[in-house]
Each structure stands twice: as C-alpha cells, then as structure tokens.
C-alpha cells in the first residue's frame, strides 16, 4: 500500500484559442482530489521492540510489546508526524499471540492535548479505521493494548498511519465559465479582468494556492513560455488578484514546469478571492487554427 505524504487538489481550466473564430473561452473542467495515508515519521517506543516497523508502510514488519505478565493495559507506542496534517481518521493493522489481548485503545494529539477516539474491542489481521469525529490539525498518534491475562503475551503493531483531508476547492466565473476574449492577433494581449474568477475554499482549513499552465496543442503547437516572455508559436500567461491596480496588475507569471502562487492563507468555510488572467499572444504564429491547454490551481494545506 503506497503511503502519500503531501497532497494536492487540482482545479483545470480549459483555455480555447481559436484564430479564426474570435474567441479564447476559460472553461472548468472537474476537480479532482489525490489525497493519502500519511505514515508517521517517528516514534517514542516506550518499550516497545522494533517501533519503526509500525510506520515503516511494510504489512510484513511490526512493533511488539510483550505484556509483563499482569492483567491491565501495556505500554503506550507514540507514533509523531514531521508536521502537522488535517487529519479525521486513522489506520491502524495489529496482531497478538494469544486472544487473552481483547482491546486497543488509540489517541491522538491536537488541541495542545491527547484526545482518545477509540477504546474496545481489538479486531486483528486487516487494517481499521477509527474516526476522529471531526477534521483535526494532528501532529502525532498513540497506540496501547489491553491483556485479560496474568501472562507474558505479545502484542503486535503491524502498520499505523493518518488519513490526510484533502482541500476542496471550486472555480467560477461571471458567465458560465467561458469567456470570448475576440480575434487572437500576433503580439497582442488579452485580459479577462481581475473578478472575473472566484476560486472558493470549501475547506475547513486554510489553503495556499498555486497557477500553472501548459502549451496549447492543436495544428503548431504553442508554447508557454516560463517568464510570460513571447516569441514565434511562443505565448505567456499573467494571472491577478481583485484589489491590485492598473500598471500594477497580473503580476503572476503562470508558468509551465513550475508553480506560482496565487492565493495564500485562503481561509476556510468558503473563503474567496477572485482573480483574472492575462493573455500574451504570440509575436508570430505560423498556423490560425484553434488550440486549447489548461491552467491548473492547485490548492495545499496552509
């Protein structure tokens, strides 16, 4: 099972240019969401034998704690994530040597403080999940077993790990999302204006988000040029937030390898920013038929 650690929500706009029909429309396309288990990447073993092997995102290693031969709880193994994630679950695969170990009890860390979600039966030989009960900023996870015995029993952690909430974000703009920017011209410059977009954070936390773009395909292709610079079959593009001023508008670069910022510290619970893109036109161009590419916002945890 293939751990992620960071994720990301990508939101496509579709740019159109067509040189002979007039029009360069923006289009949303759907967004889509790539989000993970994050593996913790340290631990506290607290007696615990092999305590990397519970986040080592290997079903076939494991953590064990070997019980000091008295009915009650045993040790804590903390598990600690190199940074904070919005977390609302966990996963956690255990195993025992002997039925005699009946609960697990699992907490995490929020709020400045251990929180449990989970205390009872003990399910063994698959992963299971246990639930926050809300989206939580979470830093670290703990895991301890219950023995109904006076014996040397040995509990096993096979694998733990956080579910990473994804950021959920949307696009709209005034009219549908499509927008005629007229005859695409050599060397000219289009400008969808700066409130034209309305990029929403639907999150419950707040997201930094970046522009990037692509070359536009369709007869010779056009390239996007890294430093909105044009030339032959060459075309740059420029977004802007809402509230800067003319002459001192469009000053992200929208590149194609990389990423810009676009927004930062979005709040969430539908925090807004509405922006707009510039259009460099080629200086030359050697064919006039319609071409598309995309732009893409993607949005990760502030």
């Not at 064919?287 to 916002?297: A, N, Y």
Request: net charge negative.
């Amino acid at each position: 099972m293939k751990m992620k650690k960071r994720i990301y929500f990508p939101l496509l706009l579709t740019l159109l240019a067509s040189l002979v029909f007039g029009v360069l429309p923006v289009g949303s396309g759907v967004a889509y969401a790539n989000p993970g288990w994050v593996s913790p990447t340290g631990n506290v073993p607290n007696g615990w034998i092999d305590p990397a092997n519970a986040h080592d995102e290997n079903t076939l290693t494991y953590a064990t704690f070997t019980f000091g031969g008295a009915a009650g709880w045993g040790n804590y193994i903390e598990l600690t994530l190199d940074a904070a994630i919005f977390c609302d679950r966990v996963q956690i695969w255990s195993d025992r040597d002997n039925v005699k170990i009946t609960q697990i009890e699992v907490d995490v860390y929020y709020s400045d403080g251990w929180k449990n979600i989970y205390s009872g039966l003990l399910v063994v030989g698959s992963y299971q999940e246990y639930v926050i009960g809300s989206t939580q900023s979470v830093t670290k996870m703990q895991v301890r077993y219950y023995q109904d015995a006076n014996k040397l029993y040995i509990a096993s952690l096979y694998e733990a790990a956080c579910w990473e909430v994804p950021p959920d974000i949307s696009n709209d703009s005034a009219t549908g999302n499509n927008y005629a920017f007229g005859t695409v011209d050599a060397g000219s410059s289009t400008k969808t204006g700066l409130t034209y977009f309305t990029v929403t954070n639907n999150s419950a936390f707040n997201v930094n988000i970046t522009i990037s773009g692509s070359d536009m395909e369709g007869g010779v292709t056009w390239t996007l040029s890294e430093d909105a610079s044009t030339g032959t079959n060459i075309y740059g593009l420029r977004a802007g937030r809402a509230g800067e001023v003319e002459g001192n508008d469009y000053l992200t670069v929208v590149p194609k390898s990389s990423a810009n910022p676009l927004v930062s510290d979005l709040a969430g619970e539908g925090g807004t920013q509405q922006w707009g893109l510039q259009f460099l036109a080629p200086d030359t161009f050697t064919d006039g038929g319609s071409k598309s590419g995309t732009v893409t916002l993607t949005a990760t945890q502030a």
